[in-house]
């Protein structure tokens, strides 16, 4: 090879590497990222792992119709353990170092207060799939799952009803953070509005990750000789397992005693002999049993990618609540980029008010213009033998989130941002 041709092809090559590295740059520059936060180890696990997965597949579906304004999601997945100064860390890792346009996370309460700061500081957005106690309403969040008067007042209406079983003492059982302790704050409140004495009401909390039952359940049973009684538990995370396998274990039926849960879905029905259960109730803005054809294709979307990936249990995966506000967030905030135009957090969040999407509730949900909360609807469902709800009590449609609860004092005028 002469001279004149060696460095021909040197400079060729040289080309040809700067090429493909721009190519590549250019195609780093073409993704959206967005931040997948869910505790994927650690005792919130076992609700949280199906939410990073459900995220997973909605992008997946968005990027094969065509992506966000002609670019694809690439998701950006971090484990905080269920840890929860470690959510504000990975928080901060996804929105200032990944360099994130949105995230989709957080179960409890207490990972969603340690993010909020983050947040707030770097402009960025959440988008928030879990029930929670309200008492909030901050601009960078995003609230997909239900507010109190969506899930908890309503339930508790219920069992005072007739229909519910005229419920007259109620136990208050939950895990020791902040969701169950401000939900039964408002709960207490509501409950003594309705002529509801103090000693008919026991508050019982337990550390995260508890798994003895054994005294909490035979106290409730002593309790409920005192007069018709339910439990309205708040209980997160695995300690759901425990507790439902005491139940069972100490005979306390649902026409015994009932329980309505706020936590406990389809998918941590999972890992329980739920024949014990039958007639417990949960109260949630979706069932996987709920017939509609928009479900329908929820749940075998759903079904397809479990298997295809391989994903633990694939023959048994179920759908649920914050499944459902998952698929419904991540699809909201695509049609707010796009009728903005940008993935601008300013801009995002001022396209997101009024935004509609057809769901797997079988309702159409719009996303309020002034406090970033979903109109959902509520159902109430009862356990069945094969770990899934048969629904017995649903609003007409959506209702309104109150984020601040009318039962606790101050909150006057505070419902809009």
């Not at 170092?97 to 309460?109: L, M, N, P, R, Y």
């Not at 960025?124 to 309200?134: A, K, N, R, T, W």
Request: proline fraction near 5%; hydrophobic fraction near 40%.
């Amino acid at each position: 090879m002469s001279r004149r041709t060696l460095l021909k092809a040197t400079a060729v090559g040289a080309l040809t590497l700067v090429a493909s590295a721009w190519t590549s740059q250019a195609l780093a520059a073409d993704t959206i990222k967005v931040g997948i936060l869910h505790s994927l180890s650690g005792t919130m696990a076992i609700s949280e792992t199906s939410l990073k997965d459900v995220a997973l597949m909605t992008i997946e579906e968005i990027n094969a119709k065509g992506g966000v304004m002609g670019r694809k999601l690439e998701p950006v997945i971090v484990d905080p353990a269920s840890n929860w100064p470690l959510f504000a860390e990975k928080a901060r890792q996804l929105v200032a170092q990944d360099k994130v346009a949105v995230v989709f996370g957080c179960w409890t309460s207490v990972s969603r207060k340690s993010v909020l700061p983050v947040f707030k500081e770097l402009n960025s957005l959440l988008f928030y799939p879990v029930q929670y106690e309200g008492e909030e309403l901050e601009k960078n969040v995003f609230y997909t799952g239900a507010a109190p008067n969506q899930q908890a007042i309503p339930a508790t209406e219920y069992l005072m009803s007739k229909e519910g079983g005229g419920a007259k003492r109620f136990v208050l059982l939950g895990t020791d953070y902040v969701y169950p302790r401000t939900t039964n704050k408002i709960l207490r409140a509501f409950l003594k509005s309705k002529g509801v004495a103090d000693k008919d009401i026991d508050e019982v909390y337990t550390p995260f990750g508890h798994s003895d039952y054994q005294t909490i359940v035979a106290n409730i049973k002593k309790f409920s000789t005192g007069g018709k009684t339910a439990v309205i538990s708040t209980i997160n995370g695995d300690s759901n397992v425990p507790f439902y396998k005491e139940l069972g274990n100490a005979g306390l039926k649902a026409t015994d005693v009932p329980v309505v849960a706020f936590s406990v879905g389809e998918e941590e029905l999972r890992g329980v002999d739920t024949k014990p259960l039958v007639g417990h109730l949960a109260a949630w803005n979706y069932f996987q049993s709920v017939k509609n054809p928009v479900n329908t294709d929820f749940i075998k979307k759903w079904k397809a990618y479990a298997a295809a990936k391989k994903l633990p249990n694939a023959s048994t995966v179920v759908t649920n609540d914050p499944m459902e506000a998952t698929y419904v967030g991540i699809h909201m905030w695509k049609q707010a980029v796009e009728k903005a135009k940008s993935t601008d957090t300013d801009k995002v969040i001022a396209a997101m008010g009024g935004q509609t999407f057809k769901s797997p509730s079988g309702f159409t949900l719009t996303m309020d213009k002034t406090n970033h909360h979903l109109h959902k609807p509520v159902m109430i469902g009862e356990i069945k033998t094969d770990g899934q709800f048969s629904v017995v009590w649903k609003t007409k449609g959506p209702i309104r989130a109150q984020p601040w609860s009318p039962y606790i004092a101050g909150n006057e005028g505070k419902q809009a941002m």
